[in-house]
T-cell receptor
Framework: QKEVEQNSGPLSVPEGAIASLNCTYS??????FFWYRQYSGKSPELIMS????GDKEDGRFTAQLNKASQYVSLLIRDSQPSDSATYLC?????????FGTGTSLTVIP | DAGVTQSPTHLIKTRGQQVTLRCSPK?????VSWYQQALGQGPQFIFQ???????QRGNFPDRFSGHQFPNYSSELNVNALLLGDSALYLC?????????????FGPGTRLTVL
């Protein structure tokens, strides 16, 4: 079983819509959770971190964490074509980072 | 504020050769982690250096080794290259005493093994 699982997509949404990205993790002891955005040919860029159950909002981005269900999600409101990228979920477990394979998002103008 | 830098940008090697990749952390950061990202995959943790010591290691063979220097910069060495070592190698830095798990990635080194 992989440590972090994501739906690889591709996920397509129209401009202005809400994009919903999901991630599950296997280790209940994991304490910190991250979403990175990676444009094609570029390195990952940190978007959000979340440590506690519930929602955390930053601009158009909202991260949601449910430790009981071992589930992390990222909502992108008012999606823009510039949001088209691969979104990587990462989990810090015992000082090691585990990344999912990423979900490819395309925002259609 | 200088971000994470890596060199070289691209590298082509043949099987059996050795390679050294370099990383300079973001200004003020003291911890460096290395990742391997194969095409279409997420980054895989290789190891992390703090205070010039390897602190954590992922599931990579001993052919992968590293070093951290007193100025916090780091090297990744890979011996006896295999075709499967072709990947984007990413360095990420963080600051141990303040959000140690908030990592910032460098632009990466694209390694091709022929």
């Amino acid at each position: 079983q992989k440590e972090v699982e994501q739906n690889s997509g591709p996920l397509s949404v129209p401009e202005g819509a809400i994009a919903s990205l999901n991630c599950t993790y296997s280790d209940r002891g994991s304490q910190s959770f991250f979403w990175y955005r990676q444009y094609s040919g570029k390195s990952p860029e940190l978007i959000m971190s979340i440590y506690s159950n519930g929602d955390k909002e930053d601009g158009r981005f909202t991260a949601q964490l449910n430790k009981a269900s071992q589930y992390v999600s990222l909502l992108i409101r008012d999606s823009q074509p510039s949001d088209s990228a691969t979104y990587l979920c990462a989990v810090n477990t015992g000082n090691q980072f585990y990344f999912g394979t990423g979900t490819s998002l395309t925002v259609i103008p | 504020d200088a971000g994470v830098t890596q060199s070289p940008t691209h590298l082509i090697k043949t099987r059996g050769q050795q390679v050294t990749l370099r990383c300079s952390p973001k200004s003020g950061h003291d911890t460096v982690s290395w990742y391997q990202q194969a095409l279409g995959q997420g980054p895989q943790f290789i190891f992390q250096y703090y205070e010039e010591e390897e602190r954590q290691r992922g599931n990579f063979p001993d052919r992968f080794s590293g070093h951290q220097f007193p100025n916090y910069s780091s090297e990744l060495n890979v011996n006896a290259l295999l075709l499967g070592d072709s990947a984007l190698y990413l360095c990420a830095s963080s600051f141990e005493e303040n959000n140690p798990d908030t990592q910032y990635f460098g632009p990466g080194t694209r390694l091709t093994v022929l």
